[in-house]
Nanobody
Framework: QVQLVESGGGSVQAGGSLRLSCAAS????????MGWFRRAPGQEREFIAR????????YYAESVKGRFSISRDNAQNTMYLQMNSLKPEDTAVYYC??????????????????WGQGTQVTVSS
């Protein structure tokens, strides 16, 4: 299995930027496609972005396309989420997740086997 730890969350004003990191340990990092999800208060967990095992293929939710960028460094066992032009509606706990099977709908959280503990992102207007 793989252990995931997010970092980089914090508070920022609207229009600002943050870069989240997800450090992985355990099994070989590039055995897993990786994703970012978020959960806002009172809402279900929402797909944000996904990156393939090699890093060459990415997917985004429409709500973040053009503002967020997902990437990974397999040599460093780390995935990133660069978030620009942040909006108050981006406020949420952000989670990274790992998918080894690549057998399900990549936008559903049940398709991912391992999860980090989450990091809070707060965007003020």
């Amino acid at each position: 299995q793989v252990q995931l730890v997010e970092s980089g969350g914090g508070s920022v004003q609207a229009g600002g930027s943050l870069r989240l990191s997800c450090a992985a340990s355990g099994r070989t990092f590039d055995d897993y496609a990786m994703g970012w999800f978020r959960r806002a208060p009172g809402q279900e967990r929402e797909f944000i972005a996904r990156v393939s095992r090699s890093g060459g293929i990415t997917y985004y939710a429409e709500s973040v396309k053009g503002r967020f960028s997902i990437s990974r460094d397999n040599a460093q066992n780390t995935m990133y989420l660069q978030m620009n032009s942040l909006k108050p509606e981006d406020t949420a706990v952000y989670y990274c997740a790992a998918d080894r099977r690549s057998a399900g709908n990549i936008r559903l959280d049940r398709s991912y086997e391992y999860w980090g503990q989450g990091t809070q992102v707060t965007v003020s207007s």
